[in-house]
């Protein structure tokens, strides 16, 4: 049986309204100014009731291109720090508002914050990589799965290519091609049991997650979850973090 928060003032859902409206509008024009945008799948996005949307996370764009191809009210969490972000950006997740996750602290609060977002029917972004430190597919963190499995929602993912290239191709005055693939929902999933038995549930789940995600994603950047051995093998390496000194990452 899942488990529903109780939703509290803090968690409040939708919130931010008229900033939030004013940012979809800019973030829209920002990408027919600056990209070749291809949306694949929006009609497989939920109209209403809970939804957790799960992408793979190869650049700080990532949240901004979810927020252009999801007609809803929109939650995210994850880190408040992009420290792969030009600071000309950095200030759009702090305007958007996300409930943030710091690594090494256990991230209740924001698990608590998702938790009680899906509870009153919201759509929650999220990204199970944890981090934009490479551009191939890698092994998510217990996070998404965690969230999934508590709360019984459907799972919305999507595959997101191109953004990588956004600025450099800037820098030579072209726009780069960006492509959104948005999958069906599936679910909901879950995980009994405790201990060695449970975790071995959650990481099963956070494995299918992902690879729901490397469907909707170019064969080169499906990482470890590509059929081709010789792209899995090259992506050994990528799943190390790379800031592992700094928990506030």
Same mark, same amino acid.
Request: no cysteine; aromatic share 8%.
């Given at each position: 049986?899942?488990?529903?928060?109780?939703?509290?003032?803090?968690?409040?859902?939708?919130?931010?309204?008229?900033?939030?409206?004013?940012?979809?509008?800019?973030?829209?024009?920002?990408?027919?100014?600056?990209?070749?945008?291809?949306?694949?799948?929006?009609?497989?996005?939920?109209?209403? $009731?809970?939804?957790?949307?799960?992408?793979?996370?190869?650049?700080?764009?990532?949240?901004?291109?979810?927020?252009?191809?999801?007609?809803?009210?929109?939650?995210?969490?994850?880190?408040?720090?992009?420290?792969?972000?030009?600071?000309?950006?950095?200030?759009?997740?702090?305007?958007? $508002?996300?409930?943030?996750?710091?690594?090494?602290?256990?991230?209740?609060?924001?698990?608590?914050?998702?938790?009680?977002?899906?509870?009153?029917?919201?759509?929650?972004?999220?990204?199970?990589?944890?981090?934009?430190?490479?551009?191939?597919?890698?092994?998510?963190?217990?996070?998404?799965?965690?969230?999934?499995?508590?709360?019984?929602?459907?799972?919305?993912?999507?595959?997101?290519?191109?953004?990588?290239?956004?600025?450099?191709?800037?820098?030579?005055?072209?726009?780069?091609?960006?492509?959104?693939?948005?999958?069906?929902?599936?679910?909901?999933?879950?995980?009994?049991?405790?201990?060695?038995?449970?975790?071995?549930?959650?990481?099963?789940?956070?494995?299918?997650?992902?690879?729901?995600?490397?469907?909707?994603?170019?064969?080169?950047?499906? $990482?470890?979850?590509? &059929?081709?051995?010789?792209?899995?093998?090259?992506?050994? $390496?990528?799943?190390?973090?790379?800031?592992? &000194?700094?928990?506030?990452?």
């Amino acid at each position: 049986m899942t488990q529903r928060a109780v939703p509290t003032e803090e968690f409040r859902f939708p919130r931010r309204r008229v900033i939030r409206t004013v940012l979809r509008g800019l973030i829209r024009a920002a990408f027919l100014a600056l990209t070749d945008l291809h949306i694949e799948g929006q009609e497989n996005v939920p109209q209403e $009731g809970p939804v957790l949307l799960a992408a793979n996370h190869f650049s700080f764009l990532d949240p901004v291109l979810m927020i252009r191809v999801t007609p809803r009210h929109l939650e995210f969490i994850g880190s408040p720090i992009a420290p792969n972000a030009p600071p000309a950006v950095r200030w759009i997740p702090k305007v958007w $508002g996300i409930y943030p996750v710091y690594r090494g602290t256990g991230s209740r609060y924001a698990l608590r914050a998702a938790e009680a977002v899906l509870a009153q029917n919201g759509a929650l972004g999220i990204y199970p990589e944890g981090g934009s430190w490479a551009a191939v597919l890698r092994p998510p963190r217990p996070g998404a799965a965690f969230i999934a499995a508590r709360s019984g929602v459907a799972i919305l993912p999507m595959g997101f290519s191109g953004l990588t290239e956004v600025f450099p191709k800037l820098r030579k005055g072209l726009r780069a091609t960006v492509t959104a693939r948005i999958g069906r929902p599936f679910g909901p999933v879950k995980a009994e049991g405790r201990g060695r038995e449970r975790r071995a549930q959650l990481d099963e789940i956070g494995h299918k997650i992902m690879r729901h995600i490397a469907e909707l994603l170019p064969q080169e950047q499906r $990482g470890f979850y590509s &059929d081709d051995p010789v792209i899995r093998e090259a992506a050994k $390496g990528t799943e190390i973090y790379p800031w592992e &000194d700094d928990p506030e990452l």
